[in-house]
């Protein structure tokens, strides 16, 4: 029991300092400004950086509102000062030890400039340059002019929504508290979106101070490694110019991840929800848009002179999408019940028609990619493996197209008959039970038997990576064994089909000698 007391005591104890804790980290940062630090301590900073960074944009993907993360202004500056005190620490280091090697300012930048520019330091200006422009000219302009207009219009719109506040309360719409609570909400948008104004202005300012920095060091580097460690010239650019730049690059990749969480964080604006959820949601509700595009990806593909592999295996990625919407639309229409009474046919009739309009799209989207597959074996094909194969996948998409018509036919004949009479008649019953069963029964089962067939040709060719087979027989098993029980099985053939396509995609666009053009 002493003990349980102590612990909670010890943990109170922890909440109650947590104020002491950051002043002693913000007074850590500014420490490093004037302290010298060792290569290791370097390298745990560097990495704590970009570390907070990742978290600082994951926060700004999976928050519902902006209110949500009011602190960002006040994170976005200390991490800003962070990367720009290793700045410092690190110049302190390129400019004393640089001549000793390429470790000199610890193993992270000495990785970083190995990884991105290969030994090559003009290619690393390059990219440096090319990030800095990214990020200065198109993320953090346009994220600081979307932070002035909201904060205006934040503004301007303030005294009518205090003023709708105060209606609601006189009419007793609402009582005080929440009065209360919506003009605290309003006073903390207004607040926000003003200091996310000039909150902007850091991440431009750090921008610039990037630039300044690694042309310092370059040039400084340069003049220290010629005239106090009598290196040569030609040495010396190629020593300090890749420890400048790596440097450079390794403070601009969390400066580009804060700066993007920034812009997402501004450009959210009146959405309600995460990031993926708004878009997935949005996008999701336009799947003609899915359909044009795999048209014109379908038609590049066969344009004379362009490689057909890049294009067509887009059409597996737009397969995926397709399929996925169209079951959405036909669980989010029709019930999950092979003897459902038919109140859909009036409530979710034009979800249900766009669903089966769009079903013929995704199978020609799906044999596009069967023949990216036929066309990636070539000479390995086996022909027993293969008909298996090829006929599973042509099983399954008449299983979809059968059941899809079946939908369709029963759309077409509650358009001409009389409601009540139509769902109540045996007919009705039967094409819908029949519909439902070749949906969730057989096509599910043959396309757990595609995926076997294709994950063994996999593992016998190796023209895709081995664990995406190993990942296809477990995906098989839960199609073969949970589908009927598993609400989400529906998404297990488009999600392995989409990986199998980014792979392909990938793997061709890296390797331009396995690209080629139709005849």
């Not at 929504?161 to 003009?183: C, H, N, T, Y």
């Not at 030609?234 to 969480?261: H, Y």
């Not at 995460?274 to 048209?295: C, D, H, K, M």
Request: no cysteine.
């Amino acid at each position: 029991m002493a003990a349980t007391k102590a612990a909670d005591g010890a943990v109170e104890m922890l909440f109650v300092q947590r104020d002491a804790g950051l002043a002693i980290g913000v007074v850590g940062i500014l420490m490093i400004l004037f302290l010298p630090l060792p290569a290791f301590l370097i390298d745990l900073g560097l990495a704590f950086s970009i570390a907070l960074s990742m978290v600082i944009l994951m926060v700004a993907l999976w928050i519902r509102r902006p209110l949500e993360f009011s602190a960002f202004p006040t994170v976005l500056l200390i991490a800003t000062l962070l990367r720009l005190s290793l700045n410092v620490a690190t110049t302190r280091l390129i400019l004393s030890q640089g001549a000793e090697g390429p470790t000199a300012a610890g193993h992270v930048i000495a990785g970083f400039a190995q990884f991105v520019m290969g030994g090559d330091f003009v290619i690393g200006i390059i990219v440096f340059i090319i990030l800095v422009t990214v990020n200065f000219v198109v993320i953090t302009k346009g994220a600081t002019r979307i932070a002035e207009v909201g904060a205006r219009f934040t503004l301007d719109s303030l005294p009518g929504k205090q003023m709708a506040v105060d209606a609601d309360l006189s009419s007793g719409a609402i009582d005080e508290k929440e009065a209360i609570r919506r003009r605290r909400e309003l006073e903390e948008e207004s607040q926000f979106f003003g200091a996310m104004d000039g909150a902007s202005k850091f991440v431009r300012g750090d921008a610039i101070a990037g630039l300044i920095i690694t042309a310092v060091n370059i040039f400084g580097g340069i003049i220290i490694g010629v005239t106090r460690h009598d290196l040569p010239f030609e040495r010396a650019v190629d020593t300090f110019t890749n420890l400048s730049v790596g440097d450079g690059l390794v403070t601009q990749m969390p400066a580009l991840i804060v700066s993007l969480a920034a812009g997402l964080l501004v450009s959210k604006g009146g959405t309600q929800g995460s990031t993926e959820g708004v878009i997935i949601s949005q996008f999701g509700n336009y799947p003609r848009a899915l359909l044009l595009a795999g048209s014109v990806m379908a038609v590049l593909a066969l344009a004379p002179g362009l490689p057909l592999l890049p294009f067509a295996a887009i059409a597996g990625i737009l397969f995926s999408g397709l399929l996925v919407a169209i079951m959405l639309l036909f669980l989010s229409s029709v019930p999950r019940d092979a003897l459902d009474q038919g109140m859909w046919l009036s409530t979710s009739r034009d979800r249900v028609v766009l669903a089966t309009g769009l079903m013929p799209f995704a199978g020609v989207a799906f044999l596009w990619f069967i023949g990216v597959l036929r066309d990636r074996l070539g000479h390995l094909e086996d022909r027993f493996f293969a008909t298996v194969f090829f006929g599973s996948a042509l099983l399954f998409l008449a299983m979809l197209f059968t059941s899809a018509a079946t939908i369709g036919a029963i759309m077409l004949v509650a358009s001409v008959s009389e409601p009540n009479e139509w769902i109540s008649s045996t007919a009705f019953r039967f094409a819908r039970a029949a519909s439902y069963i070749i949906m969730n029964v057989y096509a599910i089962k043959m396309a757990a038997v595609f995926m076997i067939s294709t994950s063994t040709v996999v593992i016998r060719t190796g023209i895709v990576p081995r664990w995406i087979a190993l990942l296809g027989f477990l995906l098989a098993l839960v199609l073969l064994i949970g589908s009927s029980f598993i609400s989400w099985s529906f998404a297990v053939l488009p999600v392995w089909v989409l990986l199998i396509s980014v792979y392909i995609l990938i793997d061709n666009l890296q390797v331009p000698g396995a690209d080629r053009a139709l005849d």
